[in-house]
């Protein structure tokens, strides 16, 4: 298992960008492959992407291709999801999960951060 922190979340205008941050600790970041998931207000968590144990390859749902870019850098244990061109509809609470076969399906992920708030909103 692994320890997942995220960071970065809060309040901002539509059109704006934001960059949200996981730290990971306690376990060999690159052995996992990682997800970005978001859970919108009173709905259930959704996927939004994956990225592979050494970031060459990231897959993105349709709603935020284009929009938001995964990295992470191994190095420093860390993930990243650039988010730009917020929508009010990107708001939700985010959270990274480690999987080691990744895939949209939540039950695939066995590690979970707490959740970061992202609200879009004037």
């Excluded at 376990?27 to 998931?37: A, L």
């Excluded at 207000?41 to 938001?68: H, M, N, Q, W």
Aim: with cysteine; glycine share 16%; charged share 15%.
């Amino acid at each position: 298992q692994v320890h997942l922190v995220e960071s970065g979340g809060g309040l901002v205008q539509p059109g704006r960008p934001l960059r949200l941050s996981c730290a990971a600790s306690g376990g060999t970041f690159s052995n996992y492959v990682m997800g970005w998931f978001r859970q919108p207000p009173g709905l259930g968590r959704e996927f939004i992407g994956t990225i592979s144990k050494i970031g060459g390859t990231a897959y993105y749902v349709d709603s935020v291709k284009g929009r938001f870019t995964m990295s992470r850098d191994n190095a420093k244990n860390t993930l990243f999801l650039e988010m730009s061109d917020l929508k009010p509809g990107d708001t939700g609470v985010y959270y990274c999960a480690a999987s080691s076969r990744g895939g949209s399906d939540e039950s695939f992920y066995h590690s979970w951060g707490q959740g970061t708030q992202v609200t879009v909103s004037s």
